[in-house]
């Protein structure tokens, strides 16, 4: 009994070192991604619910509220004009013509009002669905995803690129996007450390120095321009979409579950 427990500890000891020895082998190609987002530039439109809680609060706050300077001074204009007509003060036609009431101001805001026009919430591009625009979905966060190639087909995923010797992976993600989408796109890096991580291993037969590659994705926000791609390179295919409709881009479902952990 002995003798045979003995026999089974040496089998799976020098299976563990095997297995030890095989994963200390192992080599992983280290990449930066960058998810960059533009913003909403507008806020959301209320639900009819949310309209009528808004309506509530406004007339709360509006009961509640201390009278305006504007308000105070109209019922000061109104008392002067009582006295005036019952002949109590006297007045100075000059003076008087002169001096602009809380009336006189409130009908001139009310003319300026009418010439006021609220710009629309949906833009031409919304329209022509353009996805390449960040002129749409004002409502909405928009993400882009750039067109690369893994393997041998071209997928569309969010900017990413293999690190270099020296760089640490904040410059790395830097470089991919300038190198992918061009100088014009100016954004805003949220910090040096990673939002979110991926990794994937290569086909059997692209493993000759590396067994796959770990993604670390950082996080930036659009301050201005758009991909351009580089001069005498063909054009960059991306696009910038909703948080709803990245399921429907993002084929592979490991790669799709690891970006929704990160997004907001």
Same mark, same amino acid.
């Given at each position: @009994?002995?003798?045979?427990?003995?026999? !089974?500890?040496? *089998?799976?000891?020098? %299976?563990?070192?095997?297995?030890?020895?095989?994963?200390?082998?192992?080599?992983?190609?280290?990449?930066?991604?960058?998810?960059? +987002?533009?913003?909403?530039?507008?806020?959301?439109?209320?639900?009819?619910?949310?309209?009528?809680?808004?309506? @509530?609060?406004? $007339?709360?706050? /509006?009961?509640?509220?201390?009278?305006?300077?504007?308000?105070?001074? $109209? +019922?000061?204009?109104?008392?002067? @004009?009582?006295?005036?007509?019952?002949?109590?003060?006297?007045?100075?036609?000059? +003076?008087?013509?002169?001096?602009?009431?809380?009336?006189?101001?409130?009908?001139? /805001?009310?003319?300026?009002?009418?010439?006021? +026009?609220?710009?629309? %919430?949906?833009? &031409?591009?919304?329209?022509?669905?353009?996805?390449?625009?960040?002129?749409?979905?004002?409502?909405?966060?928009? #993400?882009?995803?750039?067109?690369? =190639?893994?393997?041998?087909?071209?997928?569309?995923?969010?900017?990413?690129? %293999?690190?270099?010797?020296?760089?640490? @992976?904040?410059?790395?993600?830097?470089?991919?996007? %300038?190198?992918?989408?061009?100088?014009?796109?100016?954004?805003?890096? #949220?910090?040096?450390?990673?939002?979110?991580? $991926?990794? /994937?291993?290569?086909?059997?037969?692209?493993?000759?120095?590396?067994?796959?590659? =770990?993604?670390?994705?950082?996080?930036?926000?659009?301050? &201005?321009?758009?991909?351009?791609? &580089? *001069?005498?390179?063909? &054009?960059?295919?991306?696009?910038?979409?909703?948080?709803?409709?990245?399921?429907? *881009?993002?084929?592979?479902?490991? /790669?799709?579950?690891? !970006?929704?952990?990160?997004? !907001?």
């Amino acid at each position: @009994m002995l003798r045979r427990l003995t026999q !089974i500890s040496a *089998k799976h000891l020098a %299976r563990t070192q095997s297995t030890s020895a095989a994963g200390a082998k192992e080599k992983w190609d280290l990449y930066a991604g960058v998810l960059v +987002e533009r913003l909403p530039v507008v806020s959301k439109t209320l639900s009819p619910l949310e309209r009528q809680f808004q309506d @509530m609060l406004s $007339h709360i706050e /509006y009961e509640n509220s201390l009278k305006s300077d504007h308000e105070l001074k $109209h +019922e000061r204009d109104l008392v002067q @004009m009582e006295l005036i007509k019952q002949g109590k003060v006297q007045v100075d036609l000059d +003076e008087s013509a002169a001096k602009q009431t809380a009336q006189d101001l409130k009908d001139a /805001y009310i003319e300026e009002l009418k010439k006021f +026009e609220v710009a629309p %919430r949906t833009t &031409a591009d919304d329209a022509a669905n353009k996805t390449t625009s960040t002129d749409r979905c004002l409502e909405d966060t928009l #993400y882009l995803l750039v067109q690369q =190639k893994l393997g041998q087909q071209q997928h569309l995923i969010l900017p990413q690129g %293999r690190r270099q010797e020296g760089e640490s @992976m904040r410059q790395t993600a830097e470089r991919v996007l %300038r190198e992918q989408c061009g100088n014009d796109l100016q954004v805003l890096f #949220y910090g040096n450390a990673p939002v979110g991580f $991926h990794k /994937y291993k290569y086909p059997s037969s692209q493993r000759a120095e590396s067994v796959g590659a =770990k993604v670390f994705f950082f996080r930036a926000s659009l301050r &201005a321009g758009n991909v351009q791609g &580089a *001069k005498d390179t063909p &054009a960059v295919q991306y696009e910038w979409l909703p948080k709803e409709a990245l399921g429907q *881009k993002l084929k592979n479902a490991a /790669y799709a579950d690891s !970006i929704k952990k990160f997004l !907001i």
